[in-house]
């Protein structure tokens, strides 16, 4: 019994106090340039120096592919809320963020022209 009181009253690590706030401040810029993307804001595309092609390809951006997106990135603002807590629950979000991430990462790239066009040319040559 005395161990477990004093595993959940151990301080939380310095570290913490840098490392949450940096990241804080990064997925709160991710979750402004996901509302900006969502809303089609051509003006913030040509802010950031993106042109027509990346407001197309946002504007036609796949459900599925928003639907990943959207759990990383609030999965991952509410782990590193999370952590600051060291709540028990950080680990299974932080796992939810790495496979959402994931995944948006290979269908995104197995279903981009540079890997399908290569790959049917060759074909169409045999």
């Known amino acids: 019994m005395k161990n477990k009181r004093r595993e959940s009253s151990k301080k939380t690590p310095w570290h913490l106090w840098v490392i949450v706030p940096f990241f804080m401040f990064i997925y709160v810029v991710c979750i402004y340039d996901y509302f900006m993307m969502l809303s089609h804001n051509e003006a913030y595309y040509n802010a950031q120096g993106f042109g027509a092609e990346v407001h197309q390809y946002f504007t036609d951006y ?64 045999i």
């Not at 959207?70 to 991952?76: K, Y």
């Not at 060291?86 to 990462?105: E, G, H, M, P, Q």
């Not at 790239?109 to 049917?120: D, E, G, N, V, Y």
């Open 62 to 125: 796949p459900l599925p592919f928003l639907a990943l997106c959207t759990i990383n990135i609030f999965s991952a603002s509410i782990a590193v809320i999370l952590i600051m807590f060291r709540s028990r629950w950080t680990v299974n979000v932080a796992f939810i963020v790495f496979v959402s991430k994931l995944l948006l990462d290979i269908l995104t790239f197995a279903l981009s022209q540079k890997l399908i066009k290569p790959t049917l040319e060759q074909w169409c040559k």
